[in-house]
């Protein structure tokens, strides 16, 4: 089971490092860390494993933010209704995902965004595309698949596909205004 203690943190000189694609089929040892990965995500938003293993709350996670340089990530993003039931839940374990085109329009989210690695709050905007289409291997279907992701779909994939180039979600922001207006952007609540 993962742990907190097994994410990097930002001062890591690897989470700047590249990550390289993994060969497909996938061996037995990456498809059992994309598991582990999603298995974290499932974990981290369950509120009496979370508060047991304190696990920060997580909707995506990067291999390189274990200290492995693969292009790998887990996304699980879960909607409940105010009695706390779940509405839906989209979850993903991608190998080598890729974004084949977005949309010109941008989007982000009101409240900033979080990373596991960054155990600070880095306060402001974030721009990221509102609407992205990803291509990529998903270990929890065992397929290939096309992924349309629009609102905060699209940011935690594009944030967890940063992790990969290593880029952190707050080398996007404006150094000098923060929370500079962005024109025509779709704001997440």
């Known amino acids: 089971m993962l742990l907190m203690k097994d994410i990097l943190d930002e001062k890591n000189p690897i989470l700047r490092e590249i990550s390289q694609e993994v060969p497909l089929p996938l061996s ?14 499932e974990n981290s938003q369950n509120e009496e494993i979370s508060k047991k293993y304190d696990l920060r709350p997580a909707v995506g996670i990067a ?5 492995i340089l693969k292009r790998m990530c ?29 949309t010109p329009k941008p989007s982000y989210l009101k409240d900033g965004e979080g990373c596991l690695s960054v155990n600070r709050n880095v306060d402001g905007y974030v721009p990221r595309h509102a609407k992205v289409t990803i291509k ?41 205004d923060p929370f500079t207006y962005i024109e025509g952007a779709l704001v997440i609540e």
């Open 74 to 102: 887990a996304i699980l993003i879960i909607d409940y209704d105010e009695d706390g039931h779940i509405l839906s839940k989209t979850g993903y374990a991608l190998a080598n995902p890729r974004i084949v085109s977005y």
């Open 136 to 176: 990529g291997y998903d270990a929890l279907t065992k397929q290939d698949v096309t992924i349309v992701a629009r609102g905060f779909l699209s940011i935690a994939c594009q944030h967890e596909l940063d992790h990969f180039d290593g880029i952190l979600f707050y080398d996007h922001i404006n150094k000098k």
């Open 63 to 67: 291999a390189v933010q274990l200290g």
């Open 28 to 41: 037995q040892e990456d498809e059992h860390l994309l598991m582990e990965m999603y298995a974290f995500l």
